[in-house]
Each structure stands twice: as structure tokens, then as C-alpha cells.
T-cell receptor, first 115, second 110 residues
Framework: EAGVAQSPRYKIIEKRQSVAFWCNPISGHATLYWYQQILGQGPKLLIQFQNNGVVDDSQLPKDRFSAERLKGVDSTLKIQPAKLEDSAVYLC?????????????FGPGTRLTVT | SQQGEEDPQALSIQEGENATMNCSYKTSINNLQWYRQNSGRGLVHLILIRSNEREKHSGRLRVTLDTSKKSSSLLITASRAADTASYFCATDGGANNLFFGTGTRLTVIP
């Protein structure tokens, strides 16, 4: 089966600019996640969708980050305006079951550099 | 924080040796998972062990779980250069999402 697709793979922007990432999960996976992974650390969950509804966005910096999952399939994550500390790899993952109850499948990630 | 912590932070071994890494966590869990991350294949699920299980095997991987000590270990036997990667434990913390640890960076020297 096709894996989780993400684009772009790399993005370099200046601080205060905006950026958007796209994710297409594995077909049939109801749950979609966005993680932020700062260099040298483990992934940190930003937001979790179940179909097109938000299950958990408690760690999403809502003053600058937004995410949506239209029609319960593809998802976009946006940062506006970006800060230097947003430099990280943004990982999208999907799973059949919700949360921590089963295996999550990760995309290749988008490496964001904010200068 | 519900985040787990892996130990050691870095590990370097010769090909053919066994590698053991440990994970400690703070809250009760439903299950614990181990993931591997390398530049070639990204973040990949290795094994899931449920809170009522004590040991699980998958190929050259052996995972143990001690819920009384809130700890888990991952053993990779007969290591190969291709096992070079970062290894993360992830717990659900009884909640509806995963909390990843800081990772162990394993280097297998050919």
C-alpha cells in the first residue's frame, strides 16, 4: 500500500513569513496526526484529527499554527507568522485506530528552516 | 511531562554485538511502542507491547515491559550496520495520543 505522502520535503523561509505543509494519509486511515520534531528531540504531537474532527490540539500554538483536514482525508498545517524556533521537521502520521492504541505510519516529513 | 526517557542517549557497538536500550516513563499506560528513525526510511514502527504483557519478540528484537518500575527495554541481537538509527519509545500515558521519548542514537560499526 502507498505510504503517507508529504510535501514539500524542504522549505526555507524568513521569520514572519507564512508556510503551509500538506499531508495525504494512507487510504482508509481515519486518524491523522501532525508532529513537530526539533533536532535532537523526539516528535511532539501538535494536533490529532479523527476523520475531519479535532481530537487533541492542546500542544498546538494556536496564535500562529493552524491545521485543517477537509473531507477527512488530506490535511494542511500552516504557520503564520513563522519564528526562528519553528525550525524543525514536521511529520505527518496516520493510523487505523486513534491515539496511542495502535501503530502509527509516518511520512518522510518536511524540514523547515526559518532564517 | 508524560514523555519517556531513553537511556543511554548514544550507543556505539560493533556489528554482530547485541544492543540494549532502556526507556523509563512516568504515568500509567495502555501500551508502549518502539520506533526507529533513520535518514533513509524516516520514522518506522518496530513493536508494540501492551501493559498486560511482559515480553515480546519480533525477529531480532526483544522488548520487555515492567509496569511496576515504569520501564521498558529494547534488545537488538546480532546487530547489523543497517540498524544504525535513533530509537524512540512512545507511550500513550493512558491518553488518546503518543508521547515520544528523546531517543537513543545507535551506531553499529561494520
Amino acid at each position: 500500500e502507498a505510504g503517507v505522502a508529504q510535501s514539500p520535503r524542504y522549505k526555507i523561509i524568513e521569520k514572519r513569513q507564512s508556510v503551509a505543509f500538506w499531508c495525504n494519509p494512507i487510504s482508509g486511515h481515519a486518524t491523522l496526526y501532525w508532529y513537530q520534531q526539533i533536532l535532537g528531540q523526539g516528535p511532539k504531537l501538535l494536533i490529532q484529527f479523527q476523520n475531519n474532527g479535532v481530537v487533541d490540539d492542546s500542544q498546538l500554538p494556536k496564535d500562529r499554527f493552524s491545521a485543517e483536514r477537509l473531507k477527512g482525508v488530506d490535511s494542511t498545517l500552516k504557520i503564520q507568522p513563522a519564528k526562528l524556533e519553528d525550525s524543525a521537521v514536521y511529520l505527518c502520521a496516520s493510523s487505523l485506530t486513534g491515539g496511542g492504541f495502535g501503530e502509527q505510519y509516518f511520512g518522510p516529513g518536511t524540514r523547515l528552516t526559518v532564517t | 511531562s508524560q514523555q519517556g526517557e531513553e537511556d543511554p542517549q548514544a550507543l556505539s557497538i560493533q556489528e554482530g554485538e547485541n544492543a540494549t536500550m532502556n526507556c523509563s516513563y512516568k504515568t500509567s499506560i495502555n501500551n508502549l511502542q518502539w520506533y526507529r528513525q533513520n535518514s533513509g526510511r524516516g520514522l518506522v514502527h518496530l513493536i508494540l507491547i501492551r501493559s498486560n504483557e511482559r515480553e515480546k519478540h519480533s525477529g531480532r528484537l526483544r522488548v520487555t515491559l515492567d509496569t511496576s518500575k515504569k520501564s521498558s527495554s529494547l534488545l537488538i541481537t546480532a546487530s547489523r550496520a543497517a540498524d544504525t538509527a535513533s530509537y524512540f519509545c512512545a507511550t500513550d500515558g493512558g491518553a488518546n495520543n503518543l508521547f515520544f521519548g528523546t531517543g537513543t542514537r545507535l551506531t553499529v560499526i561494520p
